[in-house]
């Protein structure tokens, strides 16, 4: 039992052989001047991992928080994202985020859409640019001290075999971050990730802001047995399913109550009701993007 008490202790191994913690902040739609004393109270209350991306417009925020943490930089885990427009620009694109968080590298360095938007017109994607080129640069910042780790966000089966199919394709994504939750479970997606090697990143681990999974009766009657609140349920979900979880906010009581996982676990059967929670949805789909990204093959 002793490995379940420490879920805030526990991490995972990536290919490179990088240790990524179980949990961290998350940090979209996180508004600005809350992000910075976000982090820090993440930071001071045993977090080690911070989520972030350029397209967030809040790495200089995340930056001062660290630094204001007063906890050494080698200490932490850093996640950044390549924005849309920025498919051409990979090398300017982290020296941009690196830049912002007032860093000399990130520990996880992710294309955050596999979506290579037209710069002068994001309305569009370039006609002459795939992802597959984009990964093909992002390979490129391995061994340059930047990056210690390279993935992908928002990739379904479809594209990632597209991927890892490519003769360019030389080093494979060590992670792909997902939205993850029982209402969104991805069962098909994540076997295939654990099948090649890629470790899975649950986002909107929660369910987002007003997710109808806080009415779940399921949810909340395991919630109240446990004498826990639903997140704490659902992150430890996500944890004992073999993922990280990056669960957001802004408040510090928040904050504080999503970390306090340790000493306690869900069953096998507890596990086990929430994998089999019948309703669906999405946080995130790719309708406010010029082309199709997820091809109903997550399933």
Known sequence: ???????????????????????????????????????????????????????????????????ASGVPREQLWITTKLDNPWHKKVQ?????????????????????WPCPLDANDTSKVYDDWTFIDTWREMQKLVGTGKVRNIGVSNFDITNLEKLLNDPSC?????????????????????????????????????????????KDPTLLKLAEAKGKTPQQCLLQWGIQNGWDVIPKSVTKERIEANFDLDGWWL???????????????????????PIKIFHGDHE
């Open 92 to 112: 300017e694109g982290i020296d941009t985020s690196l830049k912002n968080l007032g860093m000399d590298y990130v520990d996880l360095y992710l294309m955050h």
């Open 267 to 289: 069953t096998d059967e507890e596990v086990d009701q929430l994998d089999n929670l019948k309703d669906r949805f999405k946080v995130c789909g790719d309708d406010w993007l």
């Open 1 to 67: 039992m002793s490995q379940h008490n420490a879920h805030t202790k526990k991490t995972y191994t990536l290919a490179s052989g990088d240790k990524m913690p179980a949990i961290g902040l998350g940090t979209w739609q996180s508004g600005k001047g809350q992000v910075g004393e976000a982090v820090k109270a993440a930071i001071n209350a045993g977090y080690r991992y911070i989520d972030t991306a350029l397209a967030y417009g809040n790495e200089a925020e995340v930056g001062e928080g660290v630094k």
């Open 170 to 214: 030389k080093i494979k994504p060590a992670v792909n971050q997902i939205e993850l939750h029982p209402n969104n479970p991805s069962k098909s997606l994540v076997r295939y990730c654990g099948e090649k090697g890629i470790h899975c990143t649950g986002y909107s681990c929660l369910g987002s802001t007003d997710s109808p999974l806080y």
